[in-house]
């Protein structure tokens, strides 16, 4: 089967990315989590597992990614460009401590999404030259799903959004209470985890998400695709 990727993503799908994390499972399974939160209105999705083994995580990503495909929105697979290869995911997603972009993008083709952690205007325009489709920036706030997470200011993440011509998606700590201190900044969306996963009710969640996600990203730039 043939990856989304194909069909010309939107940079809309880049409104509301949500990003697993298995911390916040509690009673249901990541399958019912990743579909609430489908209903909710999450425009992208990232499978992200760090700890489990390639065999339970390509069976766990065909079974994300035809979730994904029931609902029409592009699946991701954080850092492990094997699986995402394997599972035929609609990309893949690597930090600056993963595999070079330039090298992931030999190994995946044209078509399929690559995306890129950056925290400095010069690692942006790096990841653009080697063949980024987007950026993922930030932590824009305090997090504590990546203890490690370098922080980015508001400054730095808009100056990044002016510097590169693919879309800027800002990360880390996002919640519905500082969401709107990055408006004006230039992203095209944001990627979210606790602030969908972490709660009760994930439909609900991702619901005001998505809301305030409109709200906070450029209106103008609705519409334009993920590759210039």
């Known amino acids: 089967m043939k990856a989304v990727r194909n069909m010309k993503s939107d940079k809309r799908d880049l409104l509301l990315y949500a990003v697993t994390d298995r911390a916040w499972l509690g009673e249901k399974t990541l399958y019912e989590q990743v579909e609430e ?69 030999e190994k995946i083709g044209a078509d399929m999404i690559l995306g890129v952690s950056a925290h400095t205007i010069e690692q942006a325009l790096a990841a653009e030259s080697r ?42 700590g996002i919640s519905p209470e500082n969401v709107l201190k990055l408006s004006g900044s230039g992203i095209a969306g944001i990627a979210v985890v606790s602030a969908i996963f972490a709660g009760g009710n994930i439909k609900k969640a991702a619901e005001e998400m998505l809301k305030l996600a409109e709200r906070t990203v450029n209106c103008e730039d609705k519409g334009s695709d993920i590759r210039p």
């Open 37 to 105: 939160a489908l209903l909710g209105g999450a425009t992208m999705i990232q499978l992200r597992e760090k700890e489990m083994d390639d065999e339970d995580f390509l069976r766990e990503a065909f079974e994300i990614k035809d979730l994904c495909r029931k609902y029409k929105v592009p699946f991701l697979i954080n850092d492990n460009v094997e699986v995402a290869l394997k599972c035929g995911a609609d990309g893949v997603h690597v930090g600056q401590s993963d595999m070079e972009a330039g090298l992931v993008r």
């Open 131 to 172: 063949g980024a489709d987007y950026l993922g920036v930030g932590a824009v706030f305090s997090t504590s799903t990546k203890s490690d997470a370098n922080a980015v200011s508001y400054e730095t993440l808009r100056a990044i959004c002016k510097a590169v011509k693919i879309p800027v998606v800002a990360i880390g």
